[in-house]
């Protein structure tokens, strides 16, 4: 069976490395470069080209990913979206998120001192628990293109969706501090997962998985 799995923010196939799930060929859909003053919609839609439609399409998103694959799912027909670390709406913001996207403070800020701030503070967002995995982290954000970051941060900031997939199936951590679980609804619970669970709760995360593929 195909299943199609999207990283967060500028993140890559790295993320995905811990999950264990036979019997799954894992297709990996890579980010390309956001056009001028492309909306998410549309860059969602180009992204399509690496998917067999010809098939049944599973989609697997985390983070910024999983809004990519909502929008994907809009675009072409899928039996199946998973989203894990990520939000639904922006109805499943933080306060603090709502208050950035409403003021767009992001604007304010070069790419090169919103990466660096990221570094600095990722081991607490992210809940890392080692080293090894505090150094995957880094050199991942270090890796996101400047451009693509900068837009993406934007498409978060102004994404709507107000017609909820129904059969969506959310996957999320108790103590993620990105997207705090006291905003999310209609989710499976991982204990004590954070947002970096995909490689730190990669064994519970992958048994949940296989049930529903």
């Not at 490395?17 to 180009?46: C, H």
């Not at 499976?188 to 949940?208: C, D, P, Q, T």
Request: hydrophobic share 45%; with cysteine.
């Amino acid at each position: 069976m195909k299943v199609y799995f999207i990283s967060g923010l500028g993140a890559d196939q790295r993320v995905f490395q811990f999950l264990q799930l036979p019997g799954i060929e894992k297709i990996y859909i890579n980010w390309v470069d956001p056009l001028q003053n492309e909306e998410l919609r549309a860059y969602a839609s180009r992204l399509t080209a690496q998917i067999d439609l010809t098939r049944e399409v599973i989609l697997v998103g985390i983070s910024f990913g999983g809004i990519i694959a909502q929008e994907i799912s809009r675009i072409v027909p899928c039996k199946k979206v998973i989203i894990i670390s990520s939000v639904k709406s922006p109805a499943e913001f933080s306060w603090q998120l709502s208050s950035v996207a409403f003021t767009r403070i992001y604007k304010l800020f070069p790419a090169r001192f919103l990466k660096w701030t990221n570094i600095l503070t990722a081991d607490y967002y992210f809940g890392t628990q080692s080293a090894e995995e505090s150094k995957l982290l880094h050199q991942i954000i270090l890796d996101t293109d400047n451009k693509f970051m900068l837009w993406a941060i934007a498409q978060l900031m102004q994404w709507k969706n107000e017609d909820i997939r129904q059969d969506i199936i959310h996957i999320h951590g108790t103590s993620d501090r990105i997207f705090p679980v006291k905003a999310i609804k209609n989710y499976i619970k991982i204990e004590h997962g954070g947002h970096f669970m995909v490689v730190n709760k990669a064994e519970e995360l992958s048994r949940i998985l296989n049930c529903h593929f």
